[in-house]
């Protein structure tokens, strides 16, 4: 069975440019999660979605981040414009079912440096 | 709102020491999970705990569910170079939806063959 894929892997960017991230989740999950890691830290929550519908985006920075999983497979996360403090890894992870706690797969993540 | 504190944050051990490492949250937890990251990598997870007192092993790796269910507990034996990363303990985020996490921040463990 494949794993989570995302791409890119490792990505440099200046302030205030755009940058945007993929994933695609084991097939047949129903839910999908971005994390940020920054550097130190463990991974974070930005947003979760079960099939194409947003479940909790609390707390994604919605003046600079965006998300969709438009049909409700694979997943693009944006941030427009970034800023030198949202460097960090940015993982995303997949689960079968809604609920639980547990068995979520996570991809390699991608190292985003902002400069 | 809730905290997950690891310790220690880093570890120098010799290869065949046992580990043991700690995780306590601020608040009751009724699942506690185990996730080791490697360098590049996302977390996989190791061992998930569903109940106060609860001791599971996965291979040399063990961890414990504790009573009080504000801390877990996981301990490495006989460690290999290949232990190597970063473990992090995990807990249900009750302040958002069914299924988020809130993690720690990490115990990293080095170990020289």
């Known amino acids: 069975e494949a794993g989570v894929a995302q791409s890119p892997r490792y990505k440099i960017i200046e302030k205030r440019q755009s940058v945007a991230f993929w994933c695609n989740p084991i097939s047949g999950h129903a839910t999908l999660y971005w994390y940020q890691q920054i550097l130190g830290q463990g991974p974070k929550l930005l947003i979760q979605f079960q099939n194409n519908g947003v479940v909790d985006d609390s707390q994604l920075p919605k003046d600079r981040f965006s998300a969709e999983r438009l049909k409700g497979v694979d997943s693009t996360l944006k941030i427009q414009p970034a800023k030198l403090e949202d460097s960090a890894v940015y993982l995303c992870a997949s689960r079968l079912l809604a609920g639980g706690a547990d068995t979520q797969y996570f991809g390699p993540g991608t190292r985003l440096t902002v400069l | 709102g809730q905290q997950l504190n690891q310790s220690p944050q880093s570890m120098f051990i010799q290869e065949g020491e046992d580990v043991s490492m700690n995780c306590t949250s601020s608040?009751?937890?009724?699942?506690w999970l185990w996730y080791k990251q490697e360098p590049g990598e996302g977390p996989v997870l190791l061992i998930a705990?569903?109940?106060?007192?609860e001791l599971t092993s996965n291979g040399r790796l063990t961890a414990q569910f504790g009573i009080t269910r504000k801390d877990s507990f996981l301990n490495i034996s006989a460690s290999i170079p290949s232990d190597v990363g970063i473990y992090f303990c995990a807990g249900p985020n009750y302040g958002g939806s069914q299924g988020n996490l809130i993690f720690g921040k990490g115990t990293k463990l080095s170990v020289k063959p």
């Open positions: 608040s009751i937890f009724n699942t």
């Open positions: 705990l569903y109940k106060a007192g």
